[in-house]
């Protein structure tokens, strides 16, 4: 008898939070071997095909396609190895807290296959446990993992999800014993059918007059049933750092919180939905406070407090009260929203880490670069590997950069000091049809023109193929934008945080120009150095970038760097 192991998506580096399922690569029912993979995910910074752990039959995939999914969240169950001496009683599907499986005992999508509830013991290691080493982060199967003690609030996600509770509600918004309009207990309200019996107590749902007041307080007088939780010890189902840090700016207990992930965990979006549920609230007190004599409320009954002074009607449709002045963004007609997440976010948020905490400057000049084409044509010969104009240029920049080692940078703004980094990792611009990547050359200092050459077609080819790893993405000290391929001259690029400069690259085009004291047409690029103020003065910026034009206009110059 085999027993069901869940695998949650992983920490994947680089303080990732979630993940995008692209592409699911197994069937449930499929047989699996150990470190095969399952899903391709996007995250933040590139597409990677997440492999399994476990080595069985995938008895269970979770979400759906495009589907975001925080670290933490369960991919897929896989049925693997012999039952366990601990849970050799207990068949598929009838562990502490298990839900309803499918025939033969194998979970269906939304079923709970691992046992919760009691933690037992790691599981004895056996056969399909062994040979796969750490291929994940927190992830190895030479010991089975301890089983994590699951979280069931009284319910999942609901049209609630993400509103801080009453004391005595379940996840619904209603008593825990079910009872509406005064109906006698929980049997009266099913017969209305308006309870339903859950898998971890009863929970009311609210008719179309609203909850009635002594449902409300049924927990206070100890008639609440086994849905009510007690908001005080309630255990919080947090994952991400990023949503205790949004919770904690925005002043939120998370404990009033039920998230609308799986077993309850709290998402991203629950506290947003749970900031905006406040701002909705503060907008429509301010609105009741400032409302003329006679206002009408949503059931179109006038309702007067006072001489000169009128309340909101709390008589609305569902005990709900619309402000009128709700900062809930509306779509116009033909208007279009595109998420900022995945790649589109994380570039997104990184361009205004750099603008709030670098004070950057530029400076440019115009070269001639004719005679660097001149040499280009030269080495590209019949038979020898063709060198690209960017390898040329990304060679005179780490020749400048070891001119200028404080350029090789980065600012550790917690300790307050500048480190100098003795190894040129160059990243260089690259635009994909899935946005803008800067794919890194690693031990740029240390590689020839052809080594270069070779180095950025291959990076280019596979982020073009949405194939680039994390290693392949990150960990750059100097970044080279070449976007004259945009038929531009200039540009004050924005420097790829936390590095601490930027060279840019216009277009060559054939310009007038005084050469050897005569006007000519001659090949001409502007370039831009984008710096930060922090590590250097201008001097040192203008002495980078002077000794990169005078490379571009005479390449013999750089024989003497070599």
């Not at 240029?393 to 003795?422: G, H, M, S, W, Y």
């Not at 004259?484 to 790829?496: K, L, Q, Y």
Request: charged residues 20%; glycine residues 16%; aromatic residues 4%.
């Amino acid at each position: 008898m085999a027993v069901v192991r869940e695998f949650t998506l992983p920490d994947l580096g680089e303080g990732l939070t979630e993940a995008t399922i692209v592409h699911w690569m197994v069937e449930v029912g499929e047989v699996v071997a150990i470190d095969q993979p399952v899903v391709e995910v996007e995250t933040a910074k590139a597409m990677v095909e997440v492999p399994c752990p476990y080595g069985g039959v995938v008895t269970a995939r979770f979400g759906e396609e495009g589907e975001e999914v925080p670290v933490g969240a369960p991919l897929v169950t896989v049925a693997v190895g012999a039952v366990p001496d601990d849970l050799a009683g207990l068949g598929p599907g009838t562990g502490p807290g298990a839900g309803a499986g499918a025939p033969g005992g194998a979970p269906d999508a939304g079923a709970s296959a691992p046992p919760s509830g009691g933690a037992s013991g790691p599981a004895p290691e056996g056969p399909e446990d062994a040979g796969s080493g750490n291929v994940l982060v927190g992830y190895g199967t030479s010991a089975a993992a301890a089983r994590r003690r699951r979280i069931r609030p009284g319910s999942g996600a609901g049209p609630r999800a993400g509103v801080p509770r009453r004391p005595g509600e379940t996840a619904d918004g209603s008593a825990g014993t079910g009872a509406v309009d005064g109906a006698p207990g929980g049997a009266g309200a099913a017969e209305a059918g308006a309870a339903t019996v859950g898998a971890v107590g009863v929970t009311g749902a609210a008719g179309a007059t609203g909850v009635d007041s002594s449902a409300r307080t049924a927990g206070a007088n100890g008639s609440a049933g086994p849905g009510a939780v007690d908001a005080g010890s309630r255990t919080v189902a947090v994952i991400s750092p990023l949503v205790r840090r949004m919770a904690r700016e925005n002043g939120l207990d998370l404990r009033e919180l039920t998230g609308s992930g799986r077993d309850g965990l709290i998402l991203r979006t629950d506290v947003e939905c749970a900031i905006r549920a406040r701002q909705e609230r503060e907008t429509m007190v301010t609105a009741g406070a400032v409302a003329t004599v006679g206002a009408h409320g949503a059931g179109g009954a006038d309702r007067m407090l006072g001489a000169g002074v009128t309340g909101v009607a709390g008589a609305t449709t569902g005990g709900a009260v619309k402000a009128t002045g709700s900062t809930r963004a509306v779509a116009t007609a033909g208007e279009e929203r595109i998420p900022l997440k995945g790649m589109l976010g994380a570039a997104a948020e990184k361009f205004s880490r750099s603008r709030r905490e670098i004070p950057e400057a530029t400076c440019w000049v115009e070269a001639d670069a004719t005679e660097l084409l001149a040499a280009r044509r030269a080495m590209n010969v019949p038979g020898a590997p063709k060198v690209s104009l960017l390898a040329l240029l990304a060679r005179i920049t780490t020749a400048a950069l070891a001119r200028f080692p404080e350029l090789n940078a980065t600012v550790d703004t917690k300790a307050q000091e500048i480190v100098r980094l003795p190894a040129v990792h160059l990243g260089f611009a690259a635009q994909t049809d899935r946005g803008l990547v800067v794919p890194v050359v690693r031990d740029a200092h240390a590689r020839t023109v052809e080594e270069l050459s070779a180095e950025i077609t291959r990076l280019t080819e596979t982020a073009r193929a949405g194939g680039l790893s994390l290693a392949e993405l990150t960990h750059g000290t100097f970044t080279l934008n070449n976007y004259g391929v945009f038929g531009v001259d200039g540009s004050t690029p924005i420097i790829n945080h936390p590095e601490a400069a930027m060279l840019g690259v216009g277009r060559i085009a054939a310009k007038p120009w005084v050469h050897e004291g005569e006007l000519a047409v001659r090949q001409v690029v502007q370039l831009s150095f984008t710096f930060d103020h922090r590590v250097c003065d201008g001097g040192t910026a203008g002495g980078f970038l002077r000794f990169v034009a005078d490379c571009v206009e005479q390449p013999a110059v750089l024989l003497r760097a070599l």
